[in-house]
């Protein structure tokens, strides 16, 4: 009669199909979602003309129980003193939940120049504070030029 397999895979009988890890990968989660993260930034970039009082933010973001990374975030307002709300992806390295782009939501404040958003990383999930710069809204218009005098001719 046959011993029965292992339960679970071991150095000594990986997996079917599968190699050995090297010994500096074998705690790497894989690498995921990196081409639907860049395809959601270029997206958020692209409708951010697309609605008039919209904002990006470029900044930094803290995980509470995790990891520190960079964020680029779509704010509903780009007036500054207002509420918003705001969507967006976090890239973080070496978080114990592992590599990667991570989608969030929160609401936050717009200062002048920046913002500071609390809300939910929904990859992780985890709470997360995160602050940085914004875009603002355009200056106002400049009036338009006054009208030049009627022309009067000195000829009878």
Known sequence: MRPP?????TPAHPA????RPHADTARRPPRRGWRRAWLAVLGALATLKA??????????SHN?????GV??????????DRPVAAVGLTFQRGS??????GVDVGLGVNGRRGSV??????TRGQWQIAAGLSTRGCPPAPP?????????SSVF
């Open 117 to 122: 958003v609390l809300g939910r990383d929904l």
């Open 96 to 101: 114990p939940q592992g590599d990667g782009p």
């Open 71 to 80: 964020t680029i975030k779509l704010l509903s307002s780009n007036r500054p």
């Open 5 to 9: 397999p292992p339960a679970h895979p």
């Open 144 to 152: 338009p030029a006054p009208a030049p005098p009627p022309f009067v």
């Open 64 to 68: 509470f129980g995790g990891g520190t």
């Open 16 to 19: 079917p199909g599968r190699h």
């Open 51 to 60: 609605h008039a009082g919209a904002a990006l933010m470029i900044g930094v």
